[in-house]
Every structure is written in structure tokens, then in C-alpha cells.
């Protein structure tokens, strides 16, 4: 393939301009779900461009309640510089302020009267690793502290600490107080932007194709074009009715990370990170706590998740999280408590609200056990059929689960892959894998539960999972043994 031209400096413009309308639409959608839900202290406006914000005036969100957000938003088509101590010091290339001084001056005139002011730079420049402040910053805070207020002042990070100071006009207080507010939004490329708006317009219940994030980036730009510098509900309203874009309701927000970080974590209404607290370092290899978390500790977490979102019963479970922890999920939220659950698979909107014309009864093969009065229970939508029942009977008689017969349950054409195509396969199978096992579990203590389908499926299931009995839930941890009991599930 042959490399593409340096860009023209009017291409440059127009797509970091396009850059800054994706952020405002961003914004947009904020604005309009945190006042669907609604939330406590929703934002109230969003200004694009705003007056007397100084240079943190690009997208701007006004809330009912200060602190309000005022964001710079930087775009570069070139990766040679990241943001490290030089880029943010350096004179303006007329000689004017650094990027670091305009930020202090700005956040002095905000804060002037004593109220407090959130402050961010969301750019798609990456921070530099070798940065003695920029490399400390926490990557769930986007904040530099704590770790760059530690050190003595003839540490590398003091010394920065005083570099930066002077170059801002600031005291090391006043600096250490900037940075507490200050949030380092780095990395976030043209695609990562885009792709977290899909996500972000279907939780809102919009639609979430390419074609509708750059129907939304344009009314912005639109906007801006006829001199409206705030974006108020009732505009945004009018614009996705005008736009089509409506396709249902929004959501209040759960984000569950185990295995990588949740792009929309900060936009959650509730979020519970257990990234650092899963084995091993890579989102592939991620199957069980590491000790001295334990799995008991995560289900508490998750089962508390109901009480600490607003009083919405449309949910979107958003993030990256195993079958048994999905599973679980489901069962917090479970169907008779009124909850319509949603989960994105493959980029589409699963959701308890979708019908289905009538429920998919699966297949069911039994095997004797003799080892006790309780019931193992193998779903497996997606594993080659003999290997799945193989593990699963190799586990049961192995570990000597105290289980009579073992059933496999699987969708009528068999296990494969998209084995499930939409949300409506999803319910229907979900609801006849319960009600296939309604009779045969009623006269048994417990179910054990083994699970191989789309995450999905197991978290539709965990909604539909009442006059069932009590149910351990295990996880596939890929060791020899294969599982481990995950969660304990009341009936």
C-alpha cells in the first residue's frame, strides 16, 4: 500500500474541527441522558466555544450544580509529540503564554469566587512515559495525582513540580490544587472517540451507527456555524427528533470492568473496577480474583450495584466481565424487580424490552451422576458439544459435586459460533433454558450452573433466573481442572 500525502494544513483544520464537534456531541448526549435518568445534578447545557472560559473553552458542561466541566480540546494528525513537560511549558509559537499558563490563568478567573471548577484537555496525543509528572497520571482519574505530588523537592518530580509552578505563575500549593482538578484525558484517538459515542448514543436509546455519530457531530457544527454557542436540552431534544434518531429509552449506566478498562466509565452512573484486582495483566488471560480479592467480594460489590443507581429501571450493563460475573449481574437485576437490563454484544443493544414471536427450547441431553440430590446444569451455545460435556462431567465426578444427573442444554441448530444472531434469539433462549429447568430442578437443593454462550446470553438468563432453586455458578478459569465455583445464587 502506498503512504498517504502529508495532510494539507486546511484538511488539518477541518478534522480537528470535526475532532471537537464528536467531543461536544459527547457532551450533547451527556446532557441528555443525565436529564432522562435523572441523575442528581445533571448538566444543564452544553457550551460549544463558551464566553469567559478562557482558553478551557472548547466544550464546556454547564451542571444544575457547580463544579461545571470546562475542557480544552487539542487535536494533532502528528504522534512526534506527546504531552509531556515541554509541550505544556513551552511559549505559544507567537510568543505568547504556555498551554500550562493559559490553563492557571483560566482556572484562576473560574475559581475567583470560591467555587470550584472541574478542568480537563482531552487530546489524541499520547503522554510521555518518561514525563516525570505526566507519567505518573492515574489512568482511571485522567489526574497526575497523587504519585506527582509525592517526592522531596530535590526529587525529579519536586524539581518538575517547581518548573511547572514558575512557568504557570503559581505557588507549589496552588499548582498542587490545579492538578487535583486538572484531568489529563490523553490517547483518545478519532476512532476511540467514535467508537465510545456509539456506545454512548445506545445507551441513551439512539440510534448507533457511523452515519448517525456524524449526523450528531454536524448539528454541532451546524450550531456553531449559526452563532449558538449553548446547547440547551430542548435543542438537543429537537435534534434527535428532527435527526431520527430515536429508538427507545435511555439508560442508567452500570459499568463492570474485570478484564480491560471501560471506555465509558466516567459517563456511569455507577461503575465497579476489578481490573487490578483479576490475574495476570492481560484482558485475554483474566479468569479469577487475585488473592486477597476473592470471588465473594466481587458478588458483594455487584449484588450492592441496584441500591447505588438513580431510580431508573431501564439499565445498560456496560464494561468487559466473564460469563459467571455476567450471570450474576442479571440475577441482581432479576425480572421481578421490574428492571429491563441491556448489554452490548457485537456493537448491538441486547435488551429485556426486545420480543420475541416465541421462546427457543433447547436441546437437552442427560447424564447419571449418583452422586448426590443436587442438579448440574451445562449451557453451551458456543463450545464444540463434546468437549464442553466432557469438562463439565470430568469437573462434577472429579470434584464430587453432590449432583444426581447432569443436563446439557443447547440452541436447537447446536453450539457454534453465533450460535445467538440478535437480541430477540437471545430472550427467546433465555427463556426456554429457564423454563426447561423449572420441572426438573424443583425437587433438587441446588443447581450447579456451567456456562459457554455469548456474555450476553448469561446475563439475559441471570434476569430470568426466579422459581428456580438455590444455584452455585461456576467459571471457567482455564486450569486443569477447567472450573471453580464463582458466586452462590438464592432462589
Known amino acids: 500500500m502506498e503512504p498517504l500525502p502529508a495532510p494539507s494544513p486546511t484538511s488539518v483544520r477541518i478534522t480537528g474541527d470535526h475532532y471537537q464537534w464528536l467531543i461536544a456531541w459527547t457532551g450533547c448526549l451527556t446532557l441528555l441522558r443525565e436529564n432522562a435518568i435523572p441523575t442528581a445534578n445533571p448538566v444543564i447545557s452544553v457550551g460549544v466555544e463558551a464566553d469567559n472560559a478562557g482558553n478551557l473553552d472548547d466544550v464546556v458542561l454547564l451542571r444544575r450544580t457547580p463544579p461545571h466541566t470546562y475542557t480544552q480540546v487539542k487535536y494533532t494528525v502528528s504522534s512526534t509529540t506527546p504531552i509531556n513537560e515541554d509541550y505544556l511549558t513551552k511559549p505559544s509559537p507567537t510568543g505568547g503564554p504556555s498551554i500550562l499558563k493559559k490553563i492557571a490563568t483560566t482556572w484562576r478567573t473560574l475559581t475567583a469566587d470560591g467555587i470550584d471548577a472541574d478542568l480537563a484537555i482531552i487530546t489524541n496525543r499520547a503522554p510521555d512515559p518518561n514525563d516525570p509528572l505526566v507519567s505518573l497520571r492515574d489512568a482511571r482519574t485522567q489526574l497526575l495525582l497523587p504519585k506527582a505530588a509525592h517526592g522531596t523537592a530535590r526529587a525529579k518530580t519536586g524539581k518538575a513540580r517547581t518548573r511547572w509552578a ?63 454557542r449553548t446547547l440547551t436540552l430542548d435543542m438537543v431534544k429537537a435534534a434527535v427528533d428532527s435527526l431520527d434518531l430515536k429508538t427507545g429509552p435511555a439508560h ?43 470471588w465473594a467480594q466481587l458478588q458483594e460489590d455487584i449484588e450492592a450495584a441496584p441500591a447505588r443507581l438513580p431510580g431508573r429501571t431501564d439499565i445498560s450493563v456496560l464494561g468487559s466481565l466473564r460469563l459467571a460475573p455476567a450471570f450474576l449481574t442479571g440475577t441482581a437485576f432479576r425480572m421481578v424487580t421490574g428492571a429491563d437490563l441491556a448489554v452490548l454484544q457485537r456493537g448491538d443493544l441486547w435488551s429485556t424490552r426486545d420480543t420475541y414471536d416465541a421462546e427457543c427450547a433447547p436441546v437437552v441431553e442427560e447424564y ?43 440452541p436447537p441448530a447446536g453450539p457454534k459460533d453465533r450460535s445467538v444472531l440478535d437480541s430477540a434469539a437471545a430472550n427467546a433462549l433465555a427463556a426456554g433454558i429457564r423454563n426447561a429447568l423449572r420441572r426438573p430442578a424443583r425437587t433438587t437443593p441446588r443447581i450447579h450452573l456451567f456456562l459457554a454462550c455469548p456474555m450476553g446470553v448469561a446475563l439475559l438468563l441471570g434476569h430470568r433466573w426466579n422459581r428456580l432453586r438455590p444455584t452455585v455458578v461456576y467459571e471457567d478459569i482455564s486450569t486443569a481442572q477447567v472450573y471453580e465455583p464463582a458466586f452462590f445464587v438464592h432462589a
Open 368 to 410: 447419571d451422576i449418583g452422586q448426590g440430590e443436587d442438579l448440574a446444569v451445562g449451557i453451551n451455545a458456543t463450545v464444540k458439544a463434546e468437549d464442553f460435556t466432557r469438562d463439565v462431567l470430568e469437573y462434577v465426578e472429579g470434584q464430587n459435586i453432590p449432583a444426581s444427573r447432569l443436563l446439557i442444554l443447547t
Open 252 to 294: 442508567a449506566i452500570l459499568s463492570i470492568a474485570t478484564l480491560k478498562p471501560d471506555p465509558l466509565a466516567a459517563e456511569a452512573d455507577h461503575a465497579i473496577n476489578w481490573i487490578d484486582r483479576f490475574e495476570t495483566d492481560s484482558e485475554y488471560t483474566k479468569r479469577r480474583p487475585l488473592a486477597p480479592a476473592t
Open 166 to 228: 514558575q512557568n504557570a505563575g503559581l505557588s507549589e500549593s496552588e499548582l498542587h490544587d490545579l492538578l487535583s482538578r486538572l484531568r489529563f484525558d490523553l490517547s483518545r484517538e478519532l476512532q476511540h472517540v467514535r467508537d465510545q459515542l456509539q456506545l454512548l448514543m445506545a445507551v441513551c436509546g439512539l440510534r448507533n451507527d457511523s452515519h448517525a455519530v456524524d449526523q450528531g457531530a454536524n448539528w454541532v457544527a451546524q450550531q456553531v456555524r449559526d452563532g449558538h
